[in-house]
Nanobody, 121 residues
Framework: QVRLVESGGGLVQPGGSLRLSCAAS????????MGWYRQAPGKQRELVAG???????NYVDSVQGRFTISRDNAKNTINLQMNSLKPEDTAVYYC???????????????WGQGTQVTVSS
């Protein structure tokens, strides 16, 4: 099994910054793609930032220039640096990995339980 645990969420004022981290299980051998999703109340879950095993990144238009996704293979972590936060960024943020090779087999995808990000004055 692949386990993902998010952390770093919280309440911040507009214009503030947060850094989300996703800790993955140590059984992972390789990951094809990873990303951060978010779901706001009454809205569909959307991909915020993605990162492929080739190093290509993609961002939803609304966060381009403000958010940065990164990874640390040695620490098995996926991070999302969020700057210049806006109230519309308020959502539960979920870590996701896809195409994972583990020591015991292949896992199509895995999700974390989510961390709340609230941007409000």
């Amino acid at each position: 099994q692949v386990r993902l645990v998010e952390s770093g969420g919280g309440l911040v004022q507009p214009g503030g910054s947060l850094r989300l981290s996703c800790a993955a299980s140590g059984s992972i051998f390789s990951i094809y793609a990873m990303g951060w999703y978010r779901q706001a109340p009454g809205k569909q879950r959307e991909l915020v930032a993605g990162l492929t095993n080739g190093g290509k990144t993609n961002y939803v238009d609304s966060v381009q220039g403000r958010f940065t996704i990164s990874r640390d293979n040695a620490k098995n972590t996926i991070n999302l640096q969020m700057n210049s936060l806006k109230p519309e960024d308020t959502a539960v943020y979920y870590c996701n990995v896809q195409g994972v090779l583990t020591t015991s087999g292949y896992v199509r995808d895995s999700w974390g339980q989510g961390t709340q990000v609230t941007v409000s004055s």
